[in-house]
């Protein structure tokens, strides 16, 4: 029964036995780190070597090549500080952190991602690395971050610049850059801010409280930068929501004011109907037609009377006439 047990722990129905198969992984993991670890020391080599005099890809030169790689070695080393700067640098670091774990019999978990991580990292390196000032025996014409690293800060700098005065934007550029850089290098390296405190625990516990409030400080400091975007959009948002209704009341008050000068430069005429006995009788008259052949009857009346009066007064007018005349005496013949 014990021989059984020891045949079931060594082997299993693999081609291989198990404990074969984890030296074999083992040794794997070792040379794959001894590799990076190899490539890490020929980059170093030659960017340690470069030399502003060295030919490359866009520049000849009949003299000779300094660097200790020889022209390969020069070309990629061009390539890499002409473009990147001082960021050139983080690839070696990356390549030794990579290898120090697989000599350590940790294997890469998501190696595709780490690569893509390094990328934005080395950008955003780049990128502060251009916002400071370039020290007098610095041999290239853009700053410590090389070609690419100058445009990303510029581009950067000058799209807050568009929100906020331009020193606000230059400080909030380098901050942004500066954490985006932090935190890709890390997630490129496989570091979490829990490594990094338990990693601090050498330096003693004082230090090491130190180092948890940085990360936890920069972890603040992470979320509060992202929520930036979203509290612009929401300032952008209220400022065209109150523009949008001064408008309206501004389109409001110029059609009032419009409507009330139109008001007052029309006037408002407002035709009196004539009276229905001006046009004869007819069914669909005002009311006040229904009193003109009253009116009529009074006027007629009143006409009837006039006349009557005014033939009293001359029948009497005649009578006195006739009266007078008759008691004046004859006038007496002349002598």
Not at 105 to 118: G, K
Not at 293 to 309: I, K, S, T, V
């Amino acid at each position: 029964m014990h021989t059984g047990n020891i045949h079931s722990d060594t082997t299993d129905d693999a081609l291989l036995p198990r404990a074969l198969r984890a030296f074999l992984r083992r040794r794997l993991l070792e040379l794959a780190g001894l590799a990076l670890l190899g490539l890490a020391a020929l980059l170093t080599l030659a960017l340690a070597s470069w030399s502003v005099t060295d030919p490359s890809l866009d520049r000849a030169v009949d003299g000779d090549i300094h660097n200790l790689l020889g022209w390969p070695g020069a070309v990629v080393a061009d390539l890499l500080i002409v473009h990147l700067g001082l960021a050139a640098a983080l690839p070696v670091a990356a390549l030794v952190s990579w290898a120090s774990r697989l000599l350590a019999l940790r294997p890469l978990a998501r190696l595709h991602a780490r690569l893509l991580w390094l990328v934005p990292a080395v950008m955003a390196t780049a990128a502060v690395l251009a916002a400071l000032p370039t020290p007098e025996g610095w041999v290239l014409g853009t700053g410590l971050g090389g070609n690419l690293g100058t445009a990303l800060f510029e581009a950067v700098r000058n799209l807050l610049a568009l929100f906020m005065q331009p020193v606000i934007a230059t400080i909030l550029a380098v901050l942004l850059l500066l954490v985006a850089a932090v935190f890709a290098g890390m997630r490129a390296l496989g570091i979490n801010g829990d490594g990094v405190v338990r990693a601090a625990a050498v330096l003693g516990e004082k230090r090491q409280q130190k180092v948890a409030a940085g990360v936890g400080w920069f972890g603040h400091l992470r979320l509060w930068l992202a929520a930036l975007p979203n509290r612009f959009r929401q300032r952008s948002r209220a400022q065209r929501a109150q523009q949008q209704q001064v408008q309206g009341m501004t389109a409001t008050d110029d059609a009032a004011s419009s409507d009330a000068a139109q008001t007052q430069e029309v006037p408002v005429v407002r035709r009196v109907p004539e009276p229905a006995f001006m046009h004869g009788a007819d069914e669909d008259a005002p009311p006040v037609a229904a009193f003109a052949p009253r009116l009529r009857q009074r006027a007629e009346g009143l006409g009837g009377y006039l006349r009557h009066a005014a033939e009293r007064l001359g029948g009497l007018l005649r009578s006195g006439r006739t009266a007078h005349t008759d008691t004046v005496p004859a006038a007496a013949p002349a002598p």
